[in-house]
């Protein structure tokens, strides 16, 4: 069964810097795009970065400058590099994978980033 597992999340001071990875296990294909979501406490999930199989990517204004996001389309891993941390970066992130033709929306478990002062 295709499945998105997710690691790197953890406990870091502000400032500092994290790196998430997903890896798309069970899959012989890149989907078309794959992005990182985040849902804090008492909010709504919202979308932190997204990248299409081309390259071409797009950040949520709350996090451009400091975050990164990346994939290698041949061994169907996502990046998401996040510098300069802050205390409302801190939320469990989650990995999607979509792929419009196969019809496929996948989610990570979600990892936890916590980040202190």
Same mark, same amino acid.
């Given at each position: 069964?295709?499945?998105?597992?997710?690691?790197? +999340?953890?406990?870091? =001071? $502000?400032? &500092?810097?994290? #790196?998430?990875?997903?890896?798309?296990?069970? *899959?012989?294909? /890149?989907? @078309?795009?794959? +992005?990182?979501?985040? =849902? $804090?406490? &008492?909010?709504? #999930?919202?979308?932190?970065?997204?990248?299409? *199989?081309?390259? /071409?990517? @797009?950040?949520?204004?709350?996090?451009?400058?400091?975050?990164?996001?990346? #994939?290698?389309?041949?061994?169907?891993?996502? *990046?998401?590099?996040?510098?300069?941390?802050?205390?409302?970066?801190?939320?469990?992130?989650?990995?999607?994978?979509?792929?419009?033709?196969?019809?496929?929306?996948?989610?990570?478990?979600?990892?936890?980033?916590?980040?202190?002062?």
């Amino acid at each position: 069964q295709v499945q998105l597992v997710e690691s790197g +999340g953890g406990l870091v =001071q $502000a400032g &500092g810097s994290l #790196r998430l990875s997903c890896t798309a296990s069970g *899959s012989i294909f /890149s989907f @078309n795009a794959m +992005g990182w979501y985040r =849902q $804090a406490p &008492g909010k709504q #999930r919202e979308m932190v970065a997204t990248i299409f *199989s081309s390259g /071409s990517a @797009n950040l949520a204004d709350s996090v451009k400058g400091r975050f990164t996001i990346s #994939r290698d389309n041949a061994r169907n891993t996502l *990046s998401l590099q996040m510098n300069s941390l802050k205390i409302e970066d801190t939320a469990v992130y989650y990995c999607n994978g979509n792929d419009f033709h196969r019809a496929l929306d996948l989610w990570g478990q979600g990892t936890q980033v916590t980040v202190s002062s």
